[in-house]
């Protein structure tokens, strides 16, 4: 029997503690996979194309996903919901391990991502209706140490996993989160139903899935055959793309409720969610590849480059969450954002020479840096919105982070594909570089600089991060003055007691 959500409020770290859990086991298994291609694409006998989608159909489920979790939350209540969903991805996670062929694995990988697009809005909901905002910021870190965390120590574990037994243990390690987690979602969510129901809109539903699938598709096939078609999936991609930005505007019940980006704080904050998802899929992608094909490491090796982010996210999430409760959002977002440019502009400098602890550092400085502008970062954003849209935001911020790491993943691999191209004179299957023999040194070379160039346009993409982060410093000066001259009544006047950053 669950609680009613006034005694589901009395006991919010417990209804804390059992989100993260779900949100631990659909993260770590977004990434754990990583390491795990390799051998993937030896025993399917899989194209570069094949590999990528294990990685991105998983994102592109995920993200479409995303923005049905409000209606889904709304016609079954939180736990129900949570139960369900959990109940789902356990299921897939037990058929990828088990799958004879490379198309059940896919398909399994996708029914993971649709059920983990449910799972991670309603986290941050619970903890919206559990906390106030004394604690959220806490309570945000808390969840954002599953966001992050998750994908720090998901390649360690791939590659021991890998060492140790096969490929098919990767996805193992999620099993014992489902089910805590549903073990706390049966006795503590609430369960009672939103009153308010809209009809679910599947031609806007369909048109994003459509166009999530081609621009991938596009994006793979440009990266692996720089053909003419797939300029045209690409193409078709974005025209279906623009079919559903119109259809959020002709429709009388969208996905996304516009109104949300009437409040231009959670506008910018939705555009530092994207890149802070780019930031944190597309690194745990291309790390592993860099740790394999120029430094030469194992697959344990390169998940233990991970290891020390992954420790120290530990001791930094509760002080991000403590600042966030402390200090205005943009402030935060800008330490966050600067910090992740600098540790991959680190990143860029590196060589075949590069020690294993320089490394490993040079990753945990970015994934301090994304621990200390997680909570920050759904702070500011809802904080922005009336009560009523805090759901729609919640949901809207997850989106945008995801949809900023499925495209991130593709566009970052596409853009060392080209610059391997270049500096090669040809195009070269990475992936091969360390499953064969070691590559001459003029190879390595070439493969070292195409590995700067994607990680320097990777730092500089965080520096516009900075750039919205103080824009988003300046409206939030704006709002105060203006509610301290001419406080507002009604919805306003209660969205300005809520906005009580420091």
């Known amino acids: 029997m669950s609680l009613p959500r006034d005694d589901a409020r009395n006991r919010r770290w417990p209804l804390a503690l059992t989100v993260l859990m779900g949100t631990i086991a659909v993260v770590l298994n977004a990434t754990v996979i990583n390491v795990a291609i390799p051998p993937i694409m030896a025993h399917f006998g899989l194209s570069q194309a094949g590999a990528q989608w294990i990685s991105t159909g998983f994102l592109a489920a995920m993200t479409a996903a995303m923005l049905a979790s409000a209606r889904v939350i709304e016609r079954l209540g939180q736990r129900r919901t949570f139960t369900l969903a959990l109940s789902v991805f356990l299921v897939a996670c037990l058929v990828a391990a088990a799958s004879p062929s490379a198309g059940v694995l896919i398909a399994a990988r996708v029914v993971q991502g649709a059920t983990a697009g449910i799972i991670q809005p309603l986290a941050l909901v619970v903890i919206f209706d559990s906390f106030d905002d004394a604690e959220r910021g806490r309570a945000l870190g808390l969840y954002g140490m599953g966001v992050v965390l998750a994908p720090a120590l998901g390649p360690t574990i791939g590659g021991v996993l890998i060492d140790w037994l096969s490929w098919r243990a990767v996805f193992l390690p999620s099993i014992p989160f489902c089910l805590l987690g549903l073990a706390g979602g049966w006795r503590i969510l609430p369960r009672e139903r939103s009153s308010q129901r809209e009809p679910f809109d599947w031609l806007g539903f369909g048109l994003l899935g459509a166009a999530l699938v081609l621009l991938l598709t596009g994006l793979t096939e440009l990266s692996e055959y720089a053909t003419l078609r797939g300029s045209l999936v690409t193409g078709a991609g974005v025209v279906f793309g623009a079919g559903f930005v119109l259809r959020l505007v ?80 943009h402030w935060l977002n800008i330490v966050g954002c ?66 900023g790491g499925t495209l991130g993943v593709n566009l970052f691999a596409l853009l060392l594909e080209i610059r391997a191209a270049h500096h090669l004179g040809g195009r070269v299957d990475l992936r091969s570089l360390y499953q064969g023999q070691a590559p001459s040194a003029r190879t390595l070379a070439d493969i070292t600089q195409a590995f700067h160039d994607t990680f320097v346009v990777f730092s500089m993409l965080f520096c516009v991060g900075v750039g919205l982060a103080i824009a988003m410093g300046i409206l939030h000066r704006q709002e105060r003055r203006q509610h301290a001259h001419a406080p507002a009544r009604g919805e306003s006047a209660s969205n300005a007691g809520r906005d009580n950053e420091a």
């Open 250 to 329: 002709t429709s009388p019940h969208p996905l996304i409720r516009l109104t949300v980006f009437a409040y231009p704080r959670f506008v910018l904050a939705s555009g530092i969610a994207a890149l802070y998802g780019a930031g944190l899929y597309a690194s745990t992608y291309l790390v592993p590849l860099l740790a394999q094909s120029v430094q030469r490491l194992s697959p344990s090796a390169t998940g233990l480059v991970m290891m020390p982010a992954g420790l120290t996210l530990l001791a930094i999430f509760p002080i991000g969450g403590r600042l966030a409760d402390r200090f205005a959002a």
């Open 338 to 403: 600067g910090g992740f440019a600098l540790g991959t502009l680190g990143l860029a400098l590196t060589d075949p020479s590069t020690p294993f602890w320089l490394l490993a550092a040079l990753v945990a400085v970015g994934r301090m840096a994304l621990g200390i502008m997680m909570p920050a970062l759904n702070i500011g954003g809802l904080r922005g919105l009336p009560t009523d849209l805090t759901q729609q935001g919640s949901s809207v911020i997850s989106f945008a982070r995801q949809l």
